[in-house]
C-alpha cells in the first residue's frame, strides 16, 4: 500500500492550525498567552500604550530598539513626506465603485502602489525597508480617499506637519480632530501594531519567503487580516451590539447565540488564555471614549456582554480580544463600521513589515506538507465517458 506522503519522517507532524509550529526566532514581539503579557522587543505593551506614539513603535518593531530624538524625527520625516498618492492612485480610487468593501480597496490599492515604485523588484533589504515605509505612509491616504470618494466628497490633501493618526482623520473628516481624538487613535495603532506570528503576518512570511517583494507581501496579509476570525472580527462586534439593540435584549441574546453553538465575535484567542493585555487597556479607554461622546450605552451593552461571557466561558479561557473593546473605541471616535478592520491594518502595517524584514535577511522557504487523503492509480477516463 502507498503511503500518504512517501518522503514523510517520523518526527513530522499533523497540524492543521499549526498551533504547535514555532516557525523560527523573532525579537519583534513577545506573548504569554496563560499570563496575559505582550511585549514590543521587552517593552510592555501597557507602557508603550501610556508613553509613546505609533511611529515611534514602528521604530521600535524594525529597527529592535526606541529612536534617538533625532533618529525618531528624521524617520517620521521621511514618512509624512510620502503621505500623499499619485494622480493615477486617485483616479483608481475614484474609479472605484461606491459600494466596493474598504478592505478589498485597499488590498487592491497598495498592490498598485508597486506598479508606480521604481524599486519595486529590488530585493536589497534596504529597498524593502524603503517600500515598507511607503506602504505605511499611504495606507490612510487610501483609506481616507475611499471613504470620502464613497460618500462623494472631494479628497483631502495630507498636511506632513501631522502624525500618522492626526493626519488620517484630517484626511477622513477634513477638519482637524481633536486632541484627545487623535491621541486615542494613535493608542490604538499602538496596541494594534504586532502581535507575533498572527495569521496575516504568517501571510506576509510566506511571501517574502519566497523572495517576492513587500508589496506582494502586505497584500496578502491584507487579504488575510479581513476573515471575521481575524481582524475582520472588530467589525463584527459592531454589527452584533447594533443587532442587540439595548441592554435589555443583551442577556437573552448571548445565551441564545451560546446554546446554538454560535461563537461571540470579539472573544477568544488562539494564544490568549488569559485576558488579552491590550483588551484590558482598550477596556478603559472605551469608556473614556465613550462617556466623552455620548455612547455610554454602547458601553455598558459591552460590559454586561462581557460579564455574562466570564461567567458562561471565562473557565475555558475565552475572554475578550482585542477586537471586543476596539470596535466601541472605533464607533466612538466616529469611524464607519466598515473602515475599522482597514484602520487595524493600517496599525499592523507595522508588524507585517517587521516581521517580513526580519524574515528577509534570514530566510527560508516556507513550505509544508499536506497528508494525501485521495485515491492512488485512478484511471484517466476520457470526457465522453465519464
Ligand atoms: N464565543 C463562544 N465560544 C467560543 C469563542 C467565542 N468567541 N471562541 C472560542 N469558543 C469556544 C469554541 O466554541 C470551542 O468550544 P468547544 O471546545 O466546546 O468546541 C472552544 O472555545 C475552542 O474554540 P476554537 O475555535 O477551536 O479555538 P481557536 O483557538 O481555533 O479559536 C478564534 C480562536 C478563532 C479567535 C476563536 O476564539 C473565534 O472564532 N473567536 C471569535 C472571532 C474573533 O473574535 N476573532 C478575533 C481574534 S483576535 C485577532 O485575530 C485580532
Known sequence: MLMADVTATPEMVTDKGLDRVIIGDSTKSFIDGVEGVLEYVGIDIDDLARNSTF??????????????????????????????????????????????????????????????????????????????????????????????????????????????????????????????????????LILHADHGINASTFATMVAIGTQSDMYSAITAAIGTLRGPLHGGANERVMVMLQEIGGLENVEAFVKGRLERKEKVPGFGHRVYKAYDPRAKYLKTFAKTIAE???????????????????????????HPNVDFFSATSYYSMGLAIDLFTPVFALARNAGWAAHALERHEDNRLIRPRCNYTGPHAAPYVAIADR
Open 292 to 318: 466623552e461622546t455620548g455612547n455610554m450605552d454602547l458601553y455598558e451593552m459591552s460590559s454586561t456582554i462581557e460579564s455574562i461571557m466570564e461567567e458562561a466561558v471565562g473557565a475555558k479561557g475565552i
Open 55 to 188: 511611529e515611534e513603535c514602528c521604530y521600535l518593531l524594525w529597527y529592535d530598539r526606541l529612536p534617538t530624538t533625532a533618529e525618531l524625527d528624521s524617520f517620521q520625516a521621511e514618512i509624512r513626506s510620502h503621505y500623499d498618492l499619485s494622480d493615477q492612485i486617485k483616479d483608481m480610487i475614484k474609479a472605484t465603485p461606491k459600494e466596493a468593501s474598504p478592505m478589498h480597496v485597499l488590498r487592491t490599492l497598495v498592490s498598485a502602489l508597486g506598479n508606480e515604485d521604481p524599486e519595486c523588484n529590488d530585493q536589497e533589504i534596504g529597498a524593502e525597508e524603503r517600500k515598507a515605509l511607503r506602504i505605511l505612509a499611504k495606507t490612510p491616504a487610501i483609506i481616507a480617499a475611499f471613504d470620502r470618494h464613497r460618500r462623494g466628497q472631494s479628497l483631502v490633501d495630507p498636511d506632513p506637519s501631522l502624525n500618522i493618526a492626526t493626519n488620517f482623520l484630517l484626511m477622513l473628516n477634513g477638519e482637524m480632530p481633536g486632541e484627545q481624538t487623535a491621541r486615542a487613535l494613535d493608542v490604538c
